[in-house]
């Protein structure tokens, strides 16, 4: 997953362009739920939110480090797909 840093400007651009649903505002900045987030795997070939992002403030989520599989296992779990 990916994780949006406090140099977040609150432009709302991302959270739209997200297939996943997983941005959302949070209290401060924006905010990535994790379990969400596929790093756009299983729909595009790179991460919508950091292509929009003007301040460039999306970065791999340390805590939330995954695997291609992985990540394409959580798309078929959101999705359903098989
Ligand atoms: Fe959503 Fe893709 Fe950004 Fe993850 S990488 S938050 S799935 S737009
Ligand atoms: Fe924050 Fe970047 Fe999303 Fe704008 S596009 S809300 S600056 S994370």
Same mark, same amino acid.
Not at 20 to 45: L, M, W
């Given at each position: 997953?990916?994780?949006?840093?406090?140099?977040?400007?609150?432009?709302?651009? $991302?959270?739209? +362009? &997200? #297939?996943?649903?997983? *941005?959302?505002?949070?209290?401060?900045?924006? =905010?990535?739920?994790?379990?969400?987030?596929?790093?756009?795997?299983?729909?595009?070939?790179?991460?919508? $939110?950091?292509? +929009? &992002? #003007?301040?460039?403030? *999306?970065?791999?989520?340390?805590?939330?480090? =995954?695997?291609?599989?992985?990540?394409?296992?959580?798309?078929?779990?959101?999705?359903?797909?098989?």
């Amino acid at each position: 997953a990916l994780l949006i840093t406090d140099q977040c400007v609150n432009c709302d651009v $991302c959270e739209p +362009v &997200c #297939p996943n649903k997983a *941005i959302a505002q949070g209290e401060v900045v924006y =905010e990535i739920e994790p379990s969400r987030c596929t790093e756009c795997v299983g729909h595009f070939d790179t991460p919508q $939110c950091v292509e +929009v &992002c #003007p301040v460039e403030c *999306i970065f791999i989520d340390p805590e939330h480090t =995954e695997s291609r599989d992985a990540l394409q296992t959580k798309y078929r779990a959101l999705t359903g797909a098989i």
